[in-house]
């Protein structure tokens, strides 16, 4: 395949202001001009190249932004302070009062608390569908419907949109689909399948060392440039903006995203293989028991597997809680929300990351108590990690032991 997302990182290179292999940090908050008109023509959004104010853009952001967007195959990219910046900036730029979202009903709690809640105030309602049902998504759109949202891969049950189709039924509406890929970077291009803006959360896999939160807009000059409109652009007015010293350090550990792909998605498949085979109910894409399985073969870039994300239902709250504090005394990784560390982070959704979205809706899509959400780490001896898993759920009874030990 020619264009590839990592190709395109690869070749990515910057001559600092010295030289450096490293571009420069922009550690300024405001820029001069050497003439008046300039700084005027730069308010019009007229000058490209000048810099006027840092949270309408920095150098530092603007080279992060453009890692991004060769991630993602879009002309250009808008970094945030948070993904829930670059979320909420991105639905009220699309949204004005009276307006309609068609979203899944499957997505991050946080966005859809937003959705749910906030978004009250400016009279904006979500319809929120089973993603995998298009005919249910193109009954729910109505005249002032202005987006289809949903995220590739889903928090937490891990189903799998159908990107293309939910592209083509979207453009058919004249409407923007907008996916959030960031339990899939890498794994999934949803801007090359049809989706026309793509965000991310990058405080998860991009980033990937749980020191900073941040979120990208990933999509066309049009669209990225009215986010940052000085007059009307919510990304600008809402202020949610990344400072520069962090954008440069997750530049930094941008360039090893596609090893750490591959490793998390090696060890979770190991995993979930192995604890299905011992008749856990596990959710992981990359099973064949997997509803969205076929699906995500069908169009993922397969060198970088099928994610670092799996669920295990252990049977109720209390033998997920149970077995949490037992494999974090056992320092198989840390009893946290969150994903895309190098330990193996887990948390029961359902009271945790999810815990916005009401018990009856959980139940309804199948988000039951006993589920622990793994996010699984770089371990080097997976193997090893597996066998004192095993050991833990055998002392909580969540598996018998083994009669022959391997
Ligand atoms: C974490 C997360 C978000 C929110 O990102 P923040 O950086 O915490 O604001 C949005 N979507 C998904 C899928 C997430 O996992």
């Known amino acids: 395949m020619e264009n590839k997302a990592s190709d395109n990182l690869q070749d990515l290179q910057y001559f600092g202001e010295y030289g450096g292999v490293n571009p420069s940090i922009s550690d300024s908050s405001t820029y001069t001009f050497l003439s008046a008109k300039t700084m005027f023509d730069t308010f019009e959004g007229n000058t490209e190249g000048c810099y006027l104010y840092t949270r309408h853009s920095s150098p530092s952001n603007l080279y992060l932004g453009e890692a991004l967007a060769a991630l993602e195959g879009t002309e250009t990219a808008n970094v945030t302070a948070s993904g829930m910046g670059a979320i909420t900036a991105v639905i009220m730029q699309l949204c004005n009062a009276g307006d309609h979202i068609v979203s899944s009903r499957t997505i991050y709690g946080g966005t859809y608390a937003f959705m749910k809640n906030f978004l009250k105030k400016f009279n904006v309602k979500t319809s929120f569908v089973d993603i995998t049902n298009i005919k249910a998504i193109e009954e729910a759109i109505t005249p002032n419907t202005k987006m289809i949202y949903c995220e590739s891969v889903s928090n937490p049950l891990l189903e799998i949109a159908d990107i293309k189709t939910l592209s083509v039924l979207a453009k058919k509406h004249g409407i923007p689909l907008v996916v959030d890929n960031t339990f899939s970077p890498l794994t999934v291009s949803p801007a090359k399948l049809g989706a026309e803006i793509v965000i991310h ?43 520069s010293l962090r954008a440069a350090s997750i530049l930094k550990n941008m360039r090893t995203l596609h090893i750490r792909m591959k490793k998390h998605s090696e060890n979770a498949h190991y995993l979930a293989e192995n604890f299905e085979k011992e008749g856990l109910k596990v959710v992981y894409p990359g099973l064949k028991s997997h509803k969205g399985h076929e699906k995500l073969k069908s169009f993922m870039n397969p060198e970088f597997g099928f994610g670092g994300l799996m669920t295990i239902n252990v049977g109720s709250l209390d033998k997920a809680n149970a077995l949490m504090e037992l494999m974090q005394k056992k320092k198989l990784g840390y009893l946290a929300v969150s ?14 990351t999810s815990s916005e979205i009401p018990l009856e809706e959980q139940k309804e899509m199948g988000l039951s108590d006993g589920l622990v959400r793994f996010s699984v780490g770089l371990d080097n001896d997976i193997h090893r990690t597996f066998r004192m898993m095993r050991a833990c759920m055998e002392e909580l009874h969540i598996l018998n032991p083994k009669t022959s030990m391997v």
């Open 201 to 243: 959360s990058l405080t998860k896999f991009i980033n990937g060392t749980s020191d900073c939160v941040a979120g990208v807009v990933c999509g066309t000059k049009e669209f990225c440039l009215a986010l940052k409109d000085v007059h009307d652009g919510a990304g600008m007015l809402l202020g949610s903006t990344l400072d």
């Open 339 to 352: 994903l895309g560390f190098y330990k193996t982070l887990f948390s029961a959704p359902g009271t945790s």
